[in-house]
């Protein structure tokens, strides 16, 4: 049974929530300006900082938006930048044509800025269904991403674990992952505990982060030591690093549940902090070079013992390194002070703890890196 038709002030309400998705108007303004300045950031990156230093404020405000423009320009295809220039050329200039009839006196004159409009518009649509494509493919290979990493961490007796990422894109190349690995015997079982950054973001660092997640978790179920496992892994990655430019910097340890011991090798990560109960702080870097630069690089072995109340927070460079409107970083010392108040909680509770805090610090500065953090705690 149909209800009565809708007021215009009703359908304007729905239009407006269709288009807003509910979003309040400080949260559509704050959303506008991240996406402002992860635009500017995109085609700033291509503006050269070859201007004179002597020159006037309007030379160098001419200077800059002339490189802005070739910016954006450059980031279209042939086709739509002769569109682009030809619809700003009938928006700008306007150029008008009349017409004179003989006798009768008829006179036709046409405004060419609503085709410069339409044509803008043209060009819109053509740019949306290109965002729109690419955003299918990537949140697909999102999908597949999400396959590859735990939603849930392992059952480890003594031992609770939370983790998280946050993607700069759609898809990240950060990775984590704790799982079992079996010894020779039951009583040589352990858990591997990894958590890896990939250099770059976006599509080629996800798809070397899933080569890097293959070969850990293949290599894993051979009968090998900790340095032997990453030293294979090494080798593997250097066949395909492009001579050392896609590295990725990882720390792997073992964890042996029974004498709640942890062995670690740190190749060239953020040095995980260990954070005893006491209030004393240890920083995890016994390793070497990061994965796929050298395939002889050489690693350490580290190892120490957890007692209960213990915290170990494995982190990538995109937590400390998170930035603000003021250009601050988020930094290890208020990492630190972030993990010291809620070190009576739950792994859980300081992973919301944690990425409450970092939300509120960065606030619409858009993120520049991907985000994971991996808390071990020891009960």
């Known amino acids: ?5 809708l007021t215009f002030r009703q359908k304007v309400n729905r239009f407006w929530l269709r288009v807003s998705e509910g979003l309040e108007l400080n949260q559509l303004w704050g959303q506008f300006e991240k996406d402002a300045r992860s635009s500017y950031r995109l085609y700033a990156k291509d503006l050269e900082s070859t201007q004179a230093e002597n020159a006037g404020p309007g030379r160098k405000f001419f200077h800059v938006a002339q490189q802005f423009f070739w910016a954006v320009l450059e980031k279209l ?4 930048r002769v569109l682009l220039l030809f619809a700003l050329i009938l928006l700008i200039f306007n150029p008008e044509f009349s017409w004179h009839s003989q006798g009768d006196l008829h006179i036709v004159s046409l405004d060419f800025r609503l085709y410069g409009g339409l044509l803008l518009f043209l060009l819109l649509i053509l740019e949306v269904a290109d965002r729109v494509v690419m955003k299918r493919d990537l949140q697909i290979a999102r999908e597949i991403q999400n396959w ?10 003594g031992i ?16 984590y992952d704790v799982f079992g690995r079996p010894g020779r015997t039951p009583e040589e079982n352990r858990f591997l505990v990894a958590v890896a950054d990939v250099a770059g973001k976006s599509i080629p660092a996800a798809m070397l982060m899933a ?3 293959a070969s ?3 290599l894993s179920v051979t009968q090998s030591s900790l340095p032997e ?6 080798r593997y990655a250097c066949t395909n690093s492009q001579g050392g430019l896609r590295f990725t910097t990882a720390f792997l340890s073992e964890l ?3 004498t709640r011991t942890l062995t670690y090798i740190n190749a060239g990560h953020n040095a995980p902090m260990l954070c005893r109960k006491s209030g004393a702080l240890e920083r995890l870097d016994a390793g070497g070079l990061p994965i796929g630069i050298s395939v002889n690089a050489a690693y350490q072995t580290g190892s120490v013992a957890l007692a209960s109340g213990d915290w170990l927070v494995i982190f990538t460079d995109g937590v400390v390194e998170a930035m603000n409107t003021r250009g601050e970083e988020y930094g290890e010392p208020r990492l630190l002070s972030t993990i010291a108040g809620g070190a009576n909680g739950t792994p859980g509770e300081m992973m919301r703890r944690l990425m409450t805090d970092l939300d509120g610090f960065v606030g619409n500065t858009p993120q520049h890196d991907d985000v994971t953090c991996l808390l071990l705690k020891v009960v």
């Open 1 to 5: 049974m149909l209800g009565p038709p």
């Open 77 to 80: 295809t042939p086709a739509r």
């Open 160 to 175: 609770a674990i939370a983790f998280q990422t946050r993607p700069a894109n759609t898809v990240a190349g950060d990775y």
């Open 229 to 234: 496992l990453i030293g294979n892994i090494n």
């Open 256 to 258: 042996d549940p029974s």
């Open 211 to 213: 080569t890097f997640q």
């Open 148 to 157: 590859l990493l735990p939603s849930e961490p392992p059952t480890i007796p």
């Open 216 to 218: 850990l978790r293949t």
